[in-house]
């Protein structure tokens, strides 16, 4: 215990941002209107967009509005047939004031309007192993260090890769909880015939295979937390179970007459649109509304892009031997900041790890000049002179690269359907879109 002075935690402060109003003028979805302020906007088919459109001349990630003080930053995602602004295409620039764009036979307007709104940004860096400098990140630590301090549910909304999970940690950590178990179930990992024997438990008998009793994750974690992980991927006939635990506070074990008392905080991670879920019937609103209690969203690693560096360093840092930053050459920094990092913060550890292994190819599909490769040393090898490649590393890379490779001659055979190539794979068609999401190869179909 030290003797010397408390040190005075910094305040919060506020920042104001302006409010935008971006609605389609034009196309199938006319009339559809999507308030922001501060928040990128993201626009296309797929149903994890912000402004989800159907028109078949718009790509699924088609395009990024990102608020800033220079005007909106309008970037071209991944489209077809581009963003035209007064028959001018855009790649990647700011426009000052109103404006209109066509994405395909889409128009979209966007207007700033005289409102503000004021949000809390911490003067740190870091919340639990979460870390990051950018505005998005201090606003995420200051509502994750309030939310902690309570015992609601917390609904995690992010892409693969972002780090929900280490949210989901440093949630419990930072609670009155943080003596109590910890206990992770991942939804989509598990087959769905022995999901509600893990998470609610068995008694011996209660079905083939069942010889002993068996207590769930939920009595796991009594006086804890359980986080859930890929809430999303939980099958439709098992969310009212989890609905009526959640109410109750109490489980019954499959096969079982009586009920078990359990006090267990949860918290729920998702890469899905949920709401655009429960549109489709694929997830329950009762239950989306218990688990977000409270709600945050972990941003993409491109849309907080003024954290590169201190990922970077900190990831330099636990490597085996530790590096410095001034290791990373400066081609490597230009080929990282053009990333767009679809598998984000997961995808840049895995990128740092890789510099010590292929230093010419430190991001999967990435190519660089041949005046860049000019100015590193090729390794083909994993013991090259003094330099060893730890082999925790190069099993995880070998791992990964087969993965990719794996999936993407899997998808390939079956022209990108995912339930064949599931098939193939002789895995589960959740498993092959997670495995998808960690490559950052896209849903599918």
Same mark, same amino acid.
């Given at each position: 215990?030290?003797?010397?002075?408390?040190?005075?935690?910094?305040?919060?402060?506020?920042?104001?941002?302006?409010?935008?109003?971006?609605?389609?003028?034009?196309?199938?979805?006319?009339?559809?209107?999507?308030?922001?302020?501060?928040?990128?906007?993201?626009?296309?088919?797929?149903?994890?967009?912000?402004?989800?459109?159907?028109?078949?001349?718009?790509?699924?990630?088609?395009?990024?509005?990102?608020?800033?003080?220079?005007?909106?930053?309008?970037?071209?995602?991944?489209?077809?047939?581009?963003?035209?602004?007064?028959?001018?295409?855009?790649?990647?620039?700011?426009?000052?004031?109103?404006?209109?764009?066509?994405?395909?036979?889409?128009?979209?307007?966007?207007?700033?309007?005289?409102?503000?709104? &004021?949000?809390?940004?911490?003067?740190?860096?870091?919340?639990?192993?979460?870390?990051?400098?950018?505005?998005?990140?201090?606003?995420?630590?200051?509502?994750?260090?309030?939310?902690?301090?309570?015992?609601?549910?917390?609904?995690?909304?992010?892409?693969?890769?972002?780090?929900?999970?280490?949210?989901?940690?440093?949630?419990?950590?930072?609670?009155?909880?943080?003596?109590?178990?910890?206990?992770?179930?991942?939804?989509?990992?598990?087959?769905?015939?022995?999901?509600?024997?893990?998470?609610?438990?068995?008694?011996?008998?209660?079905?083939?295979?069942?010889?002993?009793?068996? +207590?769930?994750?939920?009595?796991?974690?009594?006086?804890?937390?359980?986080?859930?992980?890929?809430? &999303?991927?939980?099958?439709?006939?098992?969310?009212?179970?989890?609905?009526?635990?959640?109410?109750?506070?109490?489980?019954?074990?499959?096969?079982?007459? &009586?009920?078990?008392?359990?006090?267990?905080?949860?918290?729920? +991670?998702?890469?899905?649109?949920?709401?655009?879920?429960?549109?489709?019937?694929?997830?329950?609103?009762?239950?989306?509304?218990?688990?977000?209690?409270?709600?945050?969203?972990?941003?993409?690693?491109?849309?907080?892009?003024?954290?590169?560096?201190?990922?970077?360093?900190?990831?330099?840092?636990?490597?085996?031997?530790?590096?410095?930053?001034?290791?990373?050459?400066?081609?490597?920094?230009?080929?990282?900041?053009?990333?767009?990092?679809?598998?984000?913060?997961?995808?840049?550890?895995? +990128?740092?790890?890789?510099?010590?292994?292929?230093?010419?190819?430190?991001?999967?599909?990435?190519?660089?000049?041949?005046?860049?490769?000019?100015?590193?040393?090729?390794?083909?090898?994993?013991?090259?002179?003094?330099?060893?490649?730890?082999?925790?590393?190069?099993?995880?890379?070998?791992?990964?690269?087969?993965?990719?490779?794996?999936?993407?001659?899997?998808?390939?055979?079956?022209?990108?359907?995912?339930?064949?190539?599931?098939?193939?794979?002789?895995?589960?068609?959740?498993?092959?879109?997670?495995?998808?999401?960690?490559?950052?190869?896209?849903?599918?179909?």
């Amino acid at each position: 215990m030290s003797d010397g002075p408390t040190r005075a935690r910094p305040l919060p402060t506020v920042v104001r941002y302006a409010k935008a109003r971006v609605s389609v003028t034009r196309g199938p979805n006319v009339g559809l209107v999507h308030e922001s302020a501060g928040v990128p906007i993201r626009i296309g088919t797929a149903p994890e967009n912000d402004i989800v459109l159907a028109d078949d001349t718009v790509s699924r990630r088609h395009a990024d509005l990102e608020p800033t003080p220079l005007g909106m930053r309008v970037r071209d995602v991944a489209s077809t047939n581009g963003i035209l602004l007064g028959g001018v295409r855009l790649k990647d620039a700011f426009v000052p004031g109103d404006f209109q764009i066509a994405l395909g036979e889409t128009w979209i307007a966007v207007n700033w309007l005289q409102e503000t709104v &004021g949000r809390l940004q911490v003067a740190i860096d870091r919340f639990g192993d979460v870390r990051g400098k950018s505005p998005r990140m201090r606003e995420l630590f200051a509502d994750l260090d309030r939310i902690a301090a309570t015992d609601v549910s917390l609904l995690i909304e992010g892409e693969t890769g972002t780090g929900k999970d280490l949210v989901a940690e440093a949630i419990h950590g930072e609670s009155s909880r943080a003596g109590g178990p910890f206990v992770v179930f991942d939804c989509g990992a598990v087959s769905p015939t022995v999901i509600e024997s893990e998470l609610f438990g068995h008694e011996r008998g209660a079905f083939t295979g069942a010889q002993a009793q068996h +207590a769930g994750l939920f009595e796991q974690a009594d006086g804890g937390t359980l986080f859930l992980d890929e809430i &999303g991927e939980l099958p439709l006939e098992l969310q009212p179970k989890l609905l009526r635990v959640l109410e109750k506070r109490e489980v019954r074990r499959v096969g079982g007459r &009586g009920t078990v008392s359990v006090d267990v905080r949860i918290l729920a +991670a998702t890469n899905r649109n949920l709401q655009a879920e429960i549109e489709k019937g694929a997830f329950r609103q009762d239950l989306y509304f218990r688990l977000a209690q409270a709600h945050v969203t972990v941003p993409a690693l491109r849309d907080r892009m003024e954290d590169l560096e201190l990922l970077v360093e900190h990831f330099l840092a636990h490597e085996r031997p530790p590096k410095p930053i001034t290791d990373v050459a400066p081609h490597i920094w230009d080929m990282f900041r053009a990333h767009r990092w679809p598998g984000n913060v997961r995808e840049l550890k895995n +990128a740092v790890q890789r510099l010590a292994i292929t230093p010419e190819r430190p991001i999967q599909g990435g190519v660089i000049s041949d005046e860049a490769k000019g100015r590193v040393a090729e390794v083909t090898q994993w013991v090259v002179g003094d330099s060893v490649v730890p082999l925790r590393i190069a099993r995880r890379q070998a791992g990964d690269d087969f993965e990719r490779t794996y999936l993407d001659q899997l998808l390939q055979r079956t022209d990108g359907n995912v339930t064949r190539a599931a098939a193939l794979a002789e895995v589960s068609r959740q498993m092959m879109q997670k495995l998808m999401r960690k490559h950052g190869l896209g849903e599918g179909r």
